[in-house]
């Protein structure tokens, strides 16, 4: 968690000048859906080495604050994400929890009327906890590296400064996983990729109007 405050305050920080030049400036809050693919969904076997698998659809919520200029604009966000986990690589109740940071770059098209959609990209920092074996005591954890995110979606106005704020993001990342007495951890990372839907609401400043 301390790992995560710290990288959100450094995006905060090189981000600040941009907003002298924001004609707008916007913060919202998100549901999300997630949902995990490639070795990260599957289960253990000859065909998959992860240690981090077994991973189902899960759900939680994200924060993100935008600057806008123009039809380009930067932004940056955080997540949080429980996915759930098969019981032949997780406890009886075990969960996958994901957090961590983004910070990236956004295009909005000009466009008329109350749709406005958007393609964005940036680099992340996420970290993963979670159960492992048949055990409710055990757990891993993950380091904390940087990873990408692509994603697509529209800011619909309500009326006045609210939208709504549909998007598709696909998060991809390699970590390696930390487990307790263990000595001499494996070098090896492991492909913790989701897709996820997000639903939101974002408050936009007046500032030139919001694209």
């Given amino acids: 968690m301390t790992r995560t405050r710290f990288s959100a305050v450094v995006i905060l ?17 998100r549901g999300t859906g997630g949902m995990p693919v490639g070795a990260f969904a599957e289960s253990a076997g000859a065909s998959n080495t992860a ?3 077994g991973a189902k659809s899960g759900f939680g919520y994200g924060l993100d604050l935008g600057v806008s200029m123009g039809v380009f604009g930067v932004y940056v966000g955080f997540d949080h994400i429980n996915f759930d986990c098969e019981t032949v690589s ?38 993963l906890e979670g159960a492992y074996g048949s055990g ?5 954890t993950t380091d904390r590296a940087p990873g990408y995110e692509v994603g697509v ?7 006045g400064l609210i939208f709504l704020t549909p998007q598709l993001r696909y998060v991809g990342q390699n ?6 007495g263990v ?17 939101g609401l974002s408050f936009a400043t007046p500032f030139g109007g919001r694209r």
């Fill in 13 to 29: 920080t090189l981000c600040a000048p941009l907003t002298l030049a924001a004609q707008s400036i916007s913060i919202g809050l």
């Fill in 183 to 199: 000595s001499a951890p494996s070098a090896k990372s492991d492909a913790i990729n989701y897709a996820t839907f997000d639903l």
């Fill in 136 to 140: 409710a005591s055990t757990s891993l």
């Fill in 51 to 53: 240690v981090v698998d």
């Fill in 175 to 180: 970590l390696k996983a930390k487990i307790p």
């Fill in 90 to 127: 997780c406890s009886s109740q075990g969960k996958y929890k994901l957090q961590g940071v983004a910070a990236g770059l956004k295009l909005s098209p000009a466009s008329q009327g109350r749709f406005h959609p958007y393609v964005k990209g940036g680099v992340t920092f996420n970290g």
């Fill in 153 to 159: 979606g529209a800011n619909v106005s309500l009326g």
